[in-house]
């Protein structure tokens, strides 16, 4: 295990003023929801509106059975969307993950089928995940985990994460997803991680090198003995470090060291233990924060088994 402190190793990013942090918070939140659709077009699973496929593809999407209109492309025959996608990443149009994610019109909706998680942000497609807090209370404050990507990982790779995030699976809820990541990340037994609490969930829409991200994530935050230490299980973190939330709040200001959509959620984390109390910034994070506890509220009471399968 390793501590980071102010009166140990240098911040990341160095140290920040109040303006300056609250900017730099507004900036990860500002980045966030930036999307051209412009250069999209709506893409249908039957009757249903699921995503925005790039105009760019459209020629290839209509080779492989794919309808295509001016400004619009469809699919009738959603059990095909599978084997276009794979015929398309054999294209090296995007990178294959071998990770099937349901697909939904609304993330709240019915599974109308399924696809590769690697085309999600080429098809605009929403993707589900979990972004777990990994806390520590010690008698000088509240301190967090801190997880570094490896270096081969294919998004972001050496950037600063969560102790546990993942996709949400084909045929998955979140709360089967933080037993399984939170074993396969960070050797996290079910005793614990069964003890994760909701505490929100937050929408985005934002242009990345990958494609379009319409990202829903499902956040906790998880409560952990200070004798228990996370540990490299599966090889997506290269290792874990444990930072006083001081820490973590110059670092989310001061910079990019995070994963793109860890920001937002350590965001939220800051304004909830009132590490942060900016009105400004609340109000800006409320804008696509919701379900329970909200920036503006304290987290509910409640555990993992409250919100068990079927209430995503």
Known sequence: MSDKTDGGRQLEGGG??????????????TLCRVADLSARV????GDERVGWLERRLLPVARALGIGVAADVAWLDRTERLPEIAQAMAEKSLFLWRGEAFDVRAAPDGPVLATIDRGALPQ??????GVHVNGLVERAEGL???????????????????????????????????????????????ESLAAGAR?????????????????????????????????RPADGEAAGFELWPIEAVAET??????????????????????????????????????HGPGR????????????????TE
């Open 42 to 45: 709506p893409f249908h699973l």
């Open 123 to 128: 098809f605009g497609i929403i993707g589900q």
């Open 143 to 189: 301190h967090v985990w801190v997880a570094r990507r490896g270096a081969d990982r294919p998004l972001d790779p050496g950037k600063l994460d969560h102790m546990v995030a993942g996709g949400i699976s084909a045929g998955m809820d979140a709360a089967g997803t933080i037993i399984k990541e939170s074993a396969e990340e960070a050797g996290v037994p």
């Open 252 to 289: 989310v200001a001061a910079g990019d060291s995070f994963k793109f959509n860890v920001n937002l959620v350590l965001i939220d984390l800051l304004l909830r233990r009132g590490a942060v109390g900016s009105p400004g910034l609340r109000a800006a994070l409320d804008a696509f924060r």
């Open 198 to 230: 909701r505490v929100g969930i937050i929408d985005y829409q934002m242009d990345r090198p990958e494609g379009l991200r319409r990202d829903r994530l499902h956040c906790f935050d998880l409560l952990l003995p200070e004798d228990f230490t996370p």
């Open 295 to 310: 920036a503006t509220r304290p987290s509910p009471p409640g555990v993992m088994a409250a919100i068990g399968p079927g």
């Open 16 to 29: 920040v003023g109040n303006e300056q942090a609250e900017a730099g918070y507004l900036r990860h939140i």
